[in-house]
């Protein structure tokens, strides 16, 4: 079971004079990105929320955000009527005016309004918590869903480096042949006696060289662990990205020994499922 980074998780909160809308959006990334948007009153469990995103969602490019959107009158902004009486006094000494036309001058004034600081309501809070708790499990939903789409795509591509493993492991006893015969043949254009030991001696040390049965156990038993961790219980896509470089690994070694056109292009096909493989695991958590 895997799970992508990319996700997309909402939760809207309606309360008696406001709607409280949360919001997280996912990309991949190397590591816990976190960008947090949230009005002023909210700010001081701005850590709180941080610790919680970071131990629920673990690594992505992560943008959280709650918006406030106000549905009946509630304001936190108050008239200062005394001061305001005391500029309008002042401005009659200074001027005749119309008392509406003092009261517009009035209000401009500083102090002549009051900005009373909002405290968070425990209980408000508690609500907006449990809407923060939803939010994460729709982006963790969305997560899975969009991980089971890269399983599937896994799957084919490691079936196709498979298959064509088992053609490299076919044609291999025709390759081995034909490096023996290509070097008896260069033997015999000599037209030189030569000691037929020492031939076979060097024979057997040229296809040792050339021989790749522990690159294909290996790329077999790499291949056969990459689908055993895509199907554990953890996502782990730093884990899949390491075995995929012991692939490429053996993938690389088999085409630098084949020394044999038809096995070389296999490695080729091989190479490219495996790039197929890389850059998807990129959006892998």
Do not use: C
């Amino acid at each position: 079971m895997i799970y992508s980074m990319t996700g997309y998780g909402k939760s809207i909160l309606q309360l008696p004079t406001k709607k409280i809308t949360i919001e997280l959006k996912s990309l991949n990334s190397k590591s816990l990105d976190l960008n947090a948007r949230m009005p002023s009153i909210y700010r001081e469990k701005e850590l709180d929320i941080r610790k919680l995103l970071a131990d629920k969602l673990e690594r992505g490019k992560i943008d959280f955000s709650i918006y406030v959107e106000a549905t009946a009158d509630d304001t936190s902004t108050q008239i200062n009527t005394p001061v305001v009486k005391q500029y309008i006094q002042q401005l009659k000494k200074v001027v005749d005016g119309d008392e509406i036309e003092l009261l517009k001058m009035a209000v401009r004034f500083p102090d002549a309004l009051n900005t009373v600081r909002e405290e968070i309501d425990e209980t408000e809070w508690e609500a907006i918590q449990n809407e923060i708790i939803k939010a994460i499990e729709y982006i963790t939903d969305y997560r899975l869903d969009e991980g089971k789409v890269l399983e599937k795509e896994f799957n084919k591509r490691i079936a196709l480096i498979s298959d064509l493993l088992d053609q490299v492991i076919a044609m291999d006893p025709d390759r081995i042949d034909g490096v023996r015969e290509r070097l008896t043949k260069a033997i015999e254009e000599i037209k030189e006696k030569y000691d037929e030991n020492r031939f076979e001696q060097e024979l057997v040390y040229y296809i040792e060289k050339f021989d790749i049965t522990e690159e294909k156990v290996r790329l077999k038993n790499h291949l056969d662990y990459f689908t055993e961790s895509i199907n554990s219980k953890h996502s782990n896509g730093k884990k899949l990205a390491f075995i995929s470089q012991e692939i490429g690994r053996e993938i690389n070694t088999i085409g630098s020994k084949s020394n044999y056109a038809p096995m070389q292009q296999l490695v080729v096909q091989m190479k490219d499922e495996l790039e197929k493989i890389k850059e998807q695991l990129l959006n892998v958590l």
